[in-house]
């Protein structure tokens, strides 16, 4: 095996194909699996049975993690790569200033947008540690770009992704005097289903982005000199 991946969020969408082109790649993955009745992710794991572990994994929940964490110890010794990959949209997006906006919704895509990483890599820190890439990509967005993101309304993801991209950077100042590298990444707008149904309108196959993100991942560069977001053309944004 290449190593051992943990990538959450990975039951369709952008995270379906990491884990898939993780696995055709060597690597084994945990696969954090949230949906349970979604096919796609458990078909994947019949095509590798000795490199896709399916880990049930909700990154909103305290216990879930945990336990998620626990068995992975059962699983493997080490994680060598995270991808921190699952997010939550809202149906409630447009909802402008003076509408009446929904806060216990803006509470949730907090929770699992923000907070999730920091759950995440708290839980997994036994494993990661003893890693021997150690390495944290984290899937961001220019929603969260102060500079860049010129939306109206969408207070809820825009909000929790800038909240990710501060949670980034102090877990970069904390973790990278005991070896850990990050990369931040924006994977631009894909076929996925942030909205509950896919999306044919985007303009990227998540595969075509997962193989972009992968390569940025996965080799050495600038990235591992200061903390930068880049998205899956290589560019440098203002975050
Ligand atoms: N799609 C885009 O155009 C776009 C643009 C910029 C950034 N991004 C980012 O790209 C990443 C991947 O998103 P995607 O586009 O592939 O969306 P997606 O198709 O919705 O995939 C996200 C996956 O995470 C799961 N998930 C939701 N809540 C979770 C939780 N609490 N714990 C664990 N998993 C959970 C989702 O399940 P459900 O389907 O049940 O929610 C889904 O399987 C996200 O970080 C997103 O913010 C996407």
Redesign the pocket.
Known sequence: MKGTALV??A?????LAFASQLASQGWRVLA?Q??LEWSELLDLARCHPKQIVLLP????SDASVREAARRASKEVKAIDLVIH????SSPFKDQEIGSGLNYKEMIRLYN?NAI?LLRVTEAFRSLTDVGGLKRQCI?S?E?GSIERSHRKAWFSYCMSKAALNMGVARLYEELRHEGYTYRLF?????K???SGVRNDA?ELE?HEVATMALHYFLTSGEADRRLMMSDWQGQVWPW
């Open positions: 959450t969020g039951d369709r969408g952008l995270g954090g949230y949906l994994l909700d990154i909103s990959n699952a997010a939550v699992v999730g899937i967005s929603a924006h994977p631009g707008w894909m996925t289903y942030m985007a998540p």
